[in-house]
């Protein structure tokens, strides 16, 4: 498995502060700030379920694992999960689903969860 975030970081926006959103999520992600093309992207790679237990309380908490399932089935693609979460949102702790542009101005947190059993990790992550 193999868990892939991403965020690009704005000119206006604080290193320090989009880290702390991811991590409000992932809270094992460790994050490296890279450049791609001239912008400056802050990234993790996570390579365990268990990197996703935060996450999935949140799902539990807010109520919203049947949203988030629907999410996650619209956004498989071979053996990839591709979903966004709104990076403003994820500052304060919380989790709300984001299209990958427009929604939000300062962007989205983008996920790629890749396993060879994509519909499995779904399941996990929208159970009790």
Do not use: C, H
Request: no cysteine.
């Amino acid at each position: 498995m193999i868990i892939k975030i991403s965020s690009i970081l704005n000119n206006t926006e604080d290193k320090d502060k989009v880290e702390k959103a991811i991590k409000n999520i992932f809270p094992t992600a460790s994050i490296s700030l890279v450049n791609k093309n001239g912008e400056k992207y802050l990234e993790a790679e996570l390579k365990n379920l268990e990197d996703l237990r935060k996450f999935k309380t949140l799902l539990k908490i807010r109520k919203i694992r049947a949203a988030a399932k629907a999410i996650f089935l619209k956004g498989i693609e071979g053996k990839k999960i591709t979903f966004y979460l709104n990076k403003q949102v994820a500052s304060v702790g919380q989790v709300s689903f984001s299209e990958p542009i427009g929604e939000s101005p300062l962007g989205p947190i983008k996920v790629i969860i890749e396993n060879d059993d994509p519909y499995k990790i779904i399941d996990w992550l929208t159970s009790e």
